[in-house]
């Protein structure tokens, strides 16, 4: 043999080994595709959950603010409750009802 002969062997040789070399690649690259979807996804539940944690907290935070306006609320209207019974109860004594 020659050596034009000698390269033509070894360039067939090299495209095959570069065929079999993708070949064994792709299903990789396939994987890894796959795999960076899963990554994209799981970072926008994980920026979901945060979200709503975030959400959460301040539902929780307004809830208990509106709780201590309640009692609040509550202590008044029953502060006030009594004071119209104590004016109620002058009014009539001082009609001669009491």
Do not use: C, H, W, Y
Not at 6 to 12: E, N, Q, S, T, V
Request: net charge negative; glycine share 4%.
């Amino acid at each position: 043999m020659n050596d034009s002969a000698d390269m033509k062997i070894a360039a067939d040789r090299l495209q095959n080994a570069l065929r079999s070399l993708e070949g064994a690649l792709d299903p990789l690259l396939d994987r890894m595709t796959v795999l960076e979807a899963s990554v994209k996804e799981a970072a926008t539940l994980s920026e979901d959950r945060a979200e709503l944690a975030s959400q959460l907290d301040e539902a929780k935070a307004k809830s208990e603010g509106l709780e201590v306006r309640e009692k609040e609320f509550n202590l008044l209207a029953d502060e006030t409750t009594a004071e119209l019974d104590r004016v109620i109860s002058q009014v009539r004594r001082a009609l001669g009802e009491g």
